[in-house]
């Protein structure tokens, strides 16, 4: 599935038009800091009958198990997360590769590819928990979410599936995927929830 | 600039280093930091604030906190103007501006005052009574001008240029006011590692403590508050909210409130919300609210200058503003006795202290003598003098005896009221607590407990020990170890003994219970003979406890007085029921950021910004965005725009977005069984590499959707929903697997927003996607027939799905790429295009050419119509069971004079044809009996060169070549049409295979 990406081709990411590298709001040190989250893979696995078939295939080709709760397991290359009763979200942080991934794991699951319908961030910052608390349902407090916890929820209502990965340097980290189309009503909402705080974009050049 | 006469000189809680300088009716005023508009305008001398609601009665200040009947006020001006706002919780900031309410010309002199003469006419339930007759009045004549006189601010007539948030929160311990319950609650959880949230409406924490004189451990209160104040700060899971109203209790633990982040500056410093709405999930709460003062009924007791006894400590105490130069005490109990001391404490004149009891105690006997008061025991103040602001008191003792007394306030203390409003959103009832003679809590919602004035334990001892005690509970129930319980602080003594009279009966002039609607004590007199007794129907009748204050220093003097007027105790008249919001809450803060283009998520199709290049005008349908047409210069109008897309895409080639259309991916060994039935017509059959056009109904046997489905595989197909029933057809499609056929291997998801596809129809439509198509995969006629669905790929190797499938009626396709690749399409396809004349379509020029040829879409399947009534009965298989089958069946469904679908056309063709006309036959009357059915789709045709139409009419198929009228009654048009067939264009369906 290699493309030619001449340059009527070329690929037009999901935040393009939206996201811009640069500071949004108050000038100061930022509290909270976006990356788009550009070219990765994704796919939803819906076992069979059985999930156990899918789960050896994932311990043999990605080195994870299948979360079983709101989860979410991460290596440094993929991930799998829980999204509902023998559902999973398969993520890889490069495409190339992916379509035979996905090729070897259809043996055990239903796949089907998403890379391209869903549009992904990773926000972290110390006041990280502050933005989300203006859209999350869902108690992001530390011992309430701890690294490796996943939701299924809606953000100022738009559908959202996230996760704590490991912290980084500036704090806590999430990853926060929503339905592309959105994008845009989303990222209206974020600048304007974040833009107290001091607002740091980056666009990822993968 | 003013000199704020009634400032004093020191002590309070202002910092007179900070000067405020404020506005009030167009006139400078100063005021300091840490002063309400309230209490600046008192410091100012400025005691009239306001002309009441029915009798524009002057009114001036009756409380100092969020019961405030009286003094409101339209904050800030222009767009930014907020009507009805309580002075007495306006915090004072530079260049505040407020103008007085319900007043002409002016507040000192106005014209609807003589409504006050006029008073007896205007009792309870005037308005029904008068302004009955003649009806056509009430609209036209009465309700405008009753409207303009008795009325509150004036909204703003700008949109609100301030940003509002939404916020949600999570707590083990949530505590409700911060006064001395609520401070020791918190503190006491808080120090167990809980995960504390404390909120108080007010600005400065502390409650009660703030307005009173009071110790604790033998110091100062105010020591005791800023230590605990600084402990709180210091614990990282107690997070402290001021200036955050807890305005409801709702299911699971869940409370509403409202932070006015910005209220307190004249403008919302940049990237600030004016005000947060929040969702507070807390496991458990503690109520810790406090108490509201109650007044007493007599005549006069409107006068600027009447105001309740706590209110001025508040104003003494806290704001360090006299209320007045000479005092009197009117009180029914010994709370009313804390202010002869705390006023003769800044040198104010007590002139007199008036209780209601015949005893009174020693130690306020030996007070009032030591600053020179006189004291009337069983004595009642029996009515006021004053025009605008109060001059004086007229006092009847138990023998009858009057005293006329000269002052210029009189405090009032009838007892407290707990503030229990949330224990009551669950629909707990309140219950009499004889002793006390309040309302106190009843069964309290589930994780809630009360602690101090609110339960009506109003001392600062018990407020103290209940805080520490529940504050511990709360957090030992949510899971938190705690340390040994440490004896609550000590506090100076407090007397709060209570007989409490509810109105003193006697001279004439008017006693008003209700302050905010003007209701009096003859208003619930009248309200009882005329049988309005239950107290519902008391505030329905007298608007008693309606409004911004919703009776909260009314409800209990209008109760006891129904009670009396009934002979029953109060606690068997019952209360009113206490809903949220316990004070008005912006409806900007429940909004947050949706609103205008925020209101809800937009959903953009990749090829957006495409099509906004091409100068696309766009349709809202559900919540996408579509393109409807794309104009250019040339086009005269949106017609002649529609009409040139139609007529390029019939001649050559024209390219459509349907990236909007649902895309389910439907995987597994039973997947064919799934869709056989889920489906009326067949599945099983279609081979690999084919779509299919298919119909699903609802179990009640009308029509859902359809769409076109493919097989990808043999155990993989992709399914096609219409855009606007998608959700709706994914939740139809989860139900049927997860709760009718959990047997079934079939495993579904949505896979919409991976692709972007687009409609490539006309004549010339493969020779443009030759040109994009990688070269080896053949599409001739031969290789890719119509009904073609397969995996091919694009641009050297861009993975693609190309179906050969038509709504045009044309040589059509639909090609499907992932989605960063959508806009790429579109440039592709027309650069391949260009030498055809290859032309973007929107919806309009889509629906003109499906409606000439007969195809149906929502207008259509609009949940009335069913497959028959389609046309399409023929589809419906004989062979299998599927979803709607036995009820498409029933007696009314398939009874032959049902409106079945047709074409029409206007017999005149110069005529246009309007959607929702209803079928009429040629000179019969409008009317309903003669109704033979309805238009659902019109457009011009630019082939056919006139209107035409798809519509449902009686006995349809049979009547074709007949003339009808069609009848729009509310465009106030008819025109005489001819029936036809559905098909207006190419019935042969060549164009299709060509």
Redesign the interface.
């Known amino acids: 599935?290699?493309?030619?990406e001449?340059s009527?081709?070329?690929?037009?990411?999901?935040w393009?038009?939206f996201a811009e590298a640069g500071q949004i709001?108050?000038s100061r040190e930022p509290g909270i800091t976006a990356v788009t989250l550009e070219g990765l893979g994704f796919a939803?696995l819906?076992a069979?009958?059985s999930s156990e078939k899918l789960e050896r295939a994932t311990k043999r080709l990605l080195g994870l198990d299948l979360p079983r709760e709101p989860c979410a397991a991460l290596s440094d290359t993929h991930g799998l997360v829980w999204s509902g009763p023998d559902?999973w979200l398969l993520l890889a942080r490069k495409r190339t590769g992916f379509?035979d991934l996905l090729v070897s794991l259809s043996v055990d699951a239903?796949v089907?590819?998403?890379?391209?319908?869903?549009s992904a961030l990773r926000l972290s910052g110390k006041r990280v928990r502050d933005v989300l608390?203006?859209?999350?349902?869902v108690?992001v407090?530390q011992a309430?979410f701890p690294v490796g916890t996943a939701a299924l929820t809606s953000f100022?209502?738009?559908g959202v599936q996230f996760w704590r990965t490991q912290d980084g340097p500036d704090g806590a980290a999430f990853e926060i995927l929503i339905?592309?189309?959105?994008?845009?009503?989303?990222w209206?909402?974020l600048a304007?929830?974040a833009?107290?705080f001091g607002f740091c974009v980056t666009i990822d050049q993968a | 600039m003013s000199k704020q006469p009634l400032r004093l000189p020191n002590g309070g809680l202002v910092d007179r280093a900070r000067t405020l300088s404020f506005r009030f009716d167009g006139k400078s005023y100063d005021g300091h930091a840490g002063d309400t508009l309230a209490s600046a305008l008192l410091a100012n001398g400025v005691g009239l604030m306001g002309r009441s609601f029915k009798y524009h009665r002057p009114r001036g200040l009756l409380s100092a906190g969020p019961e405030e009947p009286n003094a409101l006020v339209e904050l800030r001006a222009g767009a930014r103007r907020e009507p009805n706002t309580r002075a007495t919780m306006v915090e004072l900031f530079q260049n505040l501006e407020a103008t007085s309410q319900n007043r002409w010309p002016s507040l000192r002199f106005d014209v609807l005052s003589v409504n006050g003469l006029a008073g007896p006419a205007l009792v309870a339930g005037f308005y029904y009574k008068t302004f009955m007759w003649p009806a056509a009045f009430w609209e036209k004549l009465y309700e405008p001008l009753i409207r303009r006189a008795a009325g509150l601010g004036r909204a703003a007539e700008f949109e609100d240029p301030d940003h509002y948030e939404k916020a949600f929160a999570f707590c083990d311990v949530l505590v409700i006011g911060a006064g001395p319950a609520g401070l020791s609650a918190a503190l006491t959880a808080g120090r167990s590692g809980a995960r504390v949230i404390i909120c108080d409406e007010d600005f400065q924490l502390g409650g009660r403590l703030l307005a009173e004189r009071r110790e604790i451990d033998g110091r100062a209160a105010a020591d005791w508050l800023a230590t605990t104040l600084a402990e709180l700060a210091s614990l990282s899971e107690v997070r402290i909210m001021p200036r955050t109203s807890v305005y409801g209790l709702y299911d699971h633990g869940i409370y509403g409130a409202v932070e006015r982040v910005s209220d307190h500056v004249a403008v919302p410093p940049p990237h600030q919300p004016r005000q947060r709405g929040w969702r507070i999930y807390a496991k458990r709460a503690v109520l810790a609210a406090g108490a509201l003062e109650r007044p007493i009924v007599f005549a006069g007791n409107d006068l600027p200058g009447v105001m309740l006894a706590g209110a001025v400590r508040a104003y003494v105490n806290r704001f360090a503003v006299l209320p007045g130069r000479k005092a009197v005490i009117f009180t029914s109990g010994d709370s009313g006795w804390a202010t002869v001391r705390d006023l003769a404490e800044v040198g104010a004149h007590v002139a007199a202290v008036v209780d209601s009891r015949s005893e009174i105690k020693p130690e306020f006997k030996s007070l009032a003598s030591r600053v020179g008061a006189r004291v009337f025991a069983g004595s009642v103040v029996e009515a006021t003098r004053g025009g605008r602001a109060l001059r004086g008191i007229t006092v009847r003792d138990a023998s009858g005896k009057r005293t006329a007394l000269a002052c210029d306030i009189l405090a009032v203390s009838n007892g407290w009221n707990p503030t229990l409003h949330l224990t009551s959103h669950q629909n707990g009832k309140p219950v009499w607590d004889e002793e006390i003679q309040a309302f106190v809590p009843g069964v309290l919602p589930p994780g809630l407990s009360v602690a101090g004035s609110a339960a009506g334990r109003f001392t600062l001892a018990e407020a103290l020990q209940d805080g520490a005690r529940l504050g511990r509970e709360a957090a030992s129930e949510a899971g938190f170890a705690m340390a040994a319980a440490q004896p609550a602080p000590t506090t100076d003594a407090e007397a709060s003994e209570l007989k409490p009279i509810w109105r003193v009966k006697g001279r004439k002039g008017k006693a008003f219970v209700d302050l905010q609607n003007d209701v009096t004590d003859k208003d619930v007199e009248l309200a009882a003979r005329e049988g309005f007794r239950s107290v519902e129907h008391l505030k329905r009748y007298t608007t008693l406890g309606m409004a911004t204050d919703q009776g909260k220093t009314s409800n209990l003097s209008g109760l006891a007085l129904m009670a009396e007027q009934t002979g029953k105790a109060i606690c068997d008249t019952g209360t009113t029921t206490f809903r949220p919001p316990y004070t008005p809450v912006a409806i900007g803060a429940l909004a947050g950021h949706h609103r205008g283009k925020d209101f809800r998520p937009v959903r953009l199709t990749p090829t957006h910004d495409w099509s906004r290049e091409q100068g696309a005008v766009f349709l809202e349908t559900g919540q996408w965005l579509r393109a409807q047409y794309y104009p250019k210069f040339t086009d005269k109008d949106w017609l002649s725009t529609v009409n040139r897309e139609v007529l390029a895409t019939r001649g050559g080639v024209g390219i459509c977005d349907v990236s909007t259309l649902g895309k389910i991916d439907l995987q597994g060994t039973d997947a064919a069984e799934f869709l056989e039935r889920v489906y009326i017509n067949a599945w099983k059959t279609l081979p690999i590499g084919k779509a299919r056009y298919g119909l699903m109904l609802r179990e009640d046997g009308f029509v859902m959707d359809d769409g076109t489905t493919s097989r990808l595989g043999e155990n993989h197909f992709l399914m096609t929903t219409t855009t606007i029933n998608a959700t709706k057809v994914m939740q139809h499609l989860e139900f049927c697997h997860q709760v009718l056929w959990p047997h079934l291997d079939v495993r579904m998801v949505s896979v919409s927003e991976q692709w972007a596809q687009v409609a490539v129809a006309g004549p010339r439509s493969r020779e443009v996607l030759r040109g994009i198509v990688d070269a080896k995969h053949d599409i001739s006629n031969e290789a890719f027939p119509y009904l073609a669905a397969r995996e091919i790929s694009v641009g050297g190797g861009i993975p693609a799905r190309l179906f050969r499938i038509s709504f045009s009626g044309e040589l059509a396709y639909e090609l499907a790429v992932p989605a960063d690749y959508g806009q790429a399409m579109m440039r592709a396809l027309m650069a391949a295009g260009q030498a055809f004349g290859i032309t973007p379509y929107g919806l309009d020029a889509m629906s003109v050419m499906r409606i000439e040829k007969g195809h149906v879409i929502g207008s259509e399947l609009n949940g009335q119509t069913t497959v028959r009534d389609l046309g399409l009965a023929k589809m419906m298989s004989s062979k299998k069971d599927f979803i709607g089958r036995l009820m498409a069946k029933r007696e009314a469904l398939v009874q032959s004079d049902r409106p079945t679908l047709v074409g029409f056309k206007p017999i005149d063709k110069g005529k246009s044809l309007s959607g929702g006309a209803h079928f009429v036959g040629i000179r019969r009357a409008n009317k309903l009996e003669n109704d033979e059915g309805y238009v659902t789709s019109v457009a011009y045709s630019p082939n056919l060169q006139h209107w035409i139409g798809l519509g449902f009419l009686k006995n349809g198929p049979a009547r074709i070549g007949e003339r009808i009228r069609a009848v729009d009654l509310v465009r106030n048009s008819e025109v005489e049409v001819e029936i036809c067939s559905p098909v207006f264009f190419d019935h042969e369906g060549t164009r299709l295979h060509g």
């Open positions: 599935m290699d493309k030619q001449t009527i081709w070329r690929p037009r990411r999901p393009a038009g709001g108050e939803t819906i069979g009958t559902q379509s239903a089907s590819e998403q890379s391209h319908g869903r608390a203006k859209g999350s349902m108690d407090h309430a100022a209502h738009i339905a592309r189309s959105m994008a845009g009503s989303f209206s909402w304007a929830s833009a107290e």
